[in-house]
C-alpha cells in the first residue's frame, strides 16, 4: 500500500479573557516576579473561568483552524483530543467536541500522553490519513490545568496556565507535510509528575480531597534533568530519519514548559534564538495545547513560510517524549 503524503492543512488557537500575572501570584504564594521570570521565563498565563472546560477552549481553536483549512465540522472523519483535563472522565472531551462542532460524520476519542499528547496525536492523525483510511482528522490540544493547580503551592503554581491550540490534518502536495514522528515514553518515571486522586487506583474521597490528592504533583528538578536530556535528542532522531540534519530548521516549535529548558535544546542544535518559537512568557506551561498554539500565532505572525522545516518538540508526564518533522 503507497502511503500519501499528510500535513496540516489549517491551525487555530485560543486562550481564555482572564490573565494571572506573576505579580498576582506575590499575593497568593511566597514568589516574586524575577524568581519566576529568572527561572521560567513566565511573566502571565491565561486561565478558564468556572464556566470554561476543556472542550470549551477546543471549540473555539478548532473553528478557527477548520475555517484556516478552508473545510466545516461535516467534513471532519475524525477528532483527536489530547489533554490530561478532560471535561469528564468519560464521555471524551473528543465527543463533547465533536457535538459542540456538530461533526456528525467525525469519530472521536481523548488521548494521554500529558504534554506530549498534541505529538501523539498528530502521529495517530497522519496515520489514518497517509493510509488513505480518513481524508480530514482535526488534533487538538486542549487544557484547563488551573482547575487541578493547588493554588498554595509555589512549585507547581507559577507554571500552568489553560488554553487550546488545534490543526486540521489532510493529503498535502507530494514532498510537503510529515516527514517524521518520534515517539517515546518511560513509564517508570511515572510517579515524577502526575495526579493521584480520582482514578481507579485512588478513588475522590473526602480523604483525598483534604489531602489535595486531585491537584498536580510534580518533582520539578527531575523533571527538568529529564527534559534536558531528552528534547534535543528527540529533535535530532527526528531530523535523522527525515533524512536531514539540525542545519535544516527553519523554525524549532518546542514544548513550553521552561525557558531554560527551550535553551539548551537551542544550544544541542545549533540554533540562533530567531529559529525558535517562544511565547511561554504569555501562556505559561499549557501541556497538550503548547505546541499547537506556539505553532499557530508562529503561523499567524508569518514565521511559517511554504516549504520551510519545521521540528516540533515535546515532553512530559508519563514519562513521554515525541517529536516530528514537518516541511510546511
Ligand atoms: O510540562 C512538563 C513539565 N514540567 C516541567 O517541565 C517543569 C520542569 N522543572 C522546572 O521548570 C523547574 O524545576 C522549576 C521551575 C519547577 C523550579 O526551578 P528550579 O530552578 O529547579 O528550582 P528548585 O526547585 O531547585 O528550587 C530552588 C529554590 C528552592 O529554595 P532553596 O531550597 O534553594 O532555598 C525553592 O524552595 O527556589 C525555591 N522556590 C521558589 N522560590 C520562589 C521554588 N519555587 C519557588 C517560587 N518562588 N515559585
Not at 59 to 85: P, R, Y
Not at 218 to 246: T, Y
Not at 293 to 304: K, N, P, T
Request: glycine share 10%; hydrophobic share 40%.
Amino acid at each position: 500500500m503507497s502511503l500519501l503524503p499528510v500535513g496540516v492543512l489549517g491551525t487555530g488557537r485560543y486562550a481564555p479573557e482572564k490573565v494571572l500575572t506573576n505579580h498576582d501570584l506575590e499575593q497568593m504564594v511566597e514568589t516574586n516576579d524575577e524568581w519566576i521570570v529568572t527561572r521560567t521565563g513566565i511573566r502571565e498565563r491565561r486561565i478558564a473561568s468556572d464556566q470554561e472546560a476543556s472542550s470549551d477552549l477546543a471549540f473555539h481553536a478548532s473553528e478557527i483552524a477548520l475555517k484556516n483549512a478552508g473545510i466545516t465540522a461535516e467534513d471532519l472523519d475524525l477528532i483527536i483530543v489530547a489533554t490530561i483535563t478532560p471535561d469528564n472522565f468519560f464521555p471524551s472531551t473528543a465527543c463533547t467536541l465533536q457535538t459542540k462542532l456538530n461533526a456528525r460524520k467525525a469519530a472521536a476519542f481523548d488521548l494521554s500522553a500529558a504534554c506530549s499528547g498534541f505529538i501523539y496525536g498528530l502521529a495517530n492523525a497522519s496515520n489514518f490519513v497517509a493510509s488513505g483510511i480518513y481524508k480530514y482528522v482535526l488534533v487538538v490540544g486542549a487544557e484547563c490545568l488551573s482547575k487541578i493547580t493547588d493554588y498554595t503551592d509555589r512549585n507547581t503554581c507559577i507554571l500552568f496556565g489553560d488554553g487550546a491550540g488545534a490543526v486540521v490534518i489532510g493529503q498535502v502536495p507530494e514532498g510537503r507535510g510529515f516527514k517524521s514522528f518520534v515517539l517515546g515514553a518511560d513509564g517508570s518515571g511515572g510517579e515524577l509528575l502526575h495526579l493521584a486522586g480520582g482514578g481507579s487506583r485512588c478513588p475522590s474521597t473526602l480523604d483525598t480531597v483534604t489531602e489535595g490528592k486531585h491537584y498536580i504533583y510534580m518533582a520539578g528538578r527531575e523533571v527538568f534533568k529529564f527534559a534536558v536530556r531528552i528534547m534535543g535528542g528527540a529533535a535530532e532522531e527526528a531530523l535523522s530519519k527525515a533524512g536531514l540534519d539540525k542545519s535544516d530548521i527553519d523554525l524549532l516549535i518546542p514544548h513550553q514548559a521552561n525557558r531554560r529548558i527551550i535553551e539548551s535544546a537551542m544550544e544541542r542544535l545549533d540554533l540562533p534564538e530567531e529559529k525558535c518559537m517562544i511565547n511561554l512568557h504569555k501562556y505559561g506551561n499549557v501541556s497538550a495545547a503548547s505546541i499547537p498554539i506556539a505553532l499557530a500565532e508562529a503561523v499567524e505572525e508569518g514565521r511559517v513560510r511554504e516549504g520551510d522545516c519545521l521540528v516540533l518538540v515535546g515532553f512530559g508526564g508519563g514519562l513521554t517524549w515525541g517529536a516530528s518533522v514537518i516541511i510546511w
